[in-house]
């Protein structure tokens, strides 16, 4: 199983990035996927997940602000990050889950996870 997470990098204030987490060795469409952070110094956070049916769910923090999508001929995940803060900096993770539907925002639910790319958001 791999999860390669890119897209990440230096983004001023109220900026934009696009990350991209590219899944291989397990049923891709069967899985939900979801991507988490973790900034130095703090526990690891939920940010967004999408089932395999495509219904996305957020953190409160990014709502509005993220969005989350899937495209599971490619066997890939996004998410696009618009107006980006400070409190955004954090290393990226991207996760997968099988058939999750609930609990999305606890990363104990989840079975595999893929490498950080990293978010800095300069003020």
Known sequence: VQLQASGGGLVQFGGSLRLSCAASGFTFGRYTMGWFRQAPGQEREFVAAITWLGTPSYADSVKERFA?????????????????KAEDTAAYYCTAAPRLYSGYDNGRNYAYWGQGTQVTVSS
């Not at 999508?69 to 107006?83: A, H, I, W």
């Open 68 to 84: 989350i999508s899937r495209d599971n001929p490619e066997n890939r995940v996004y998410l696009q990050m618009n107006s980006l």
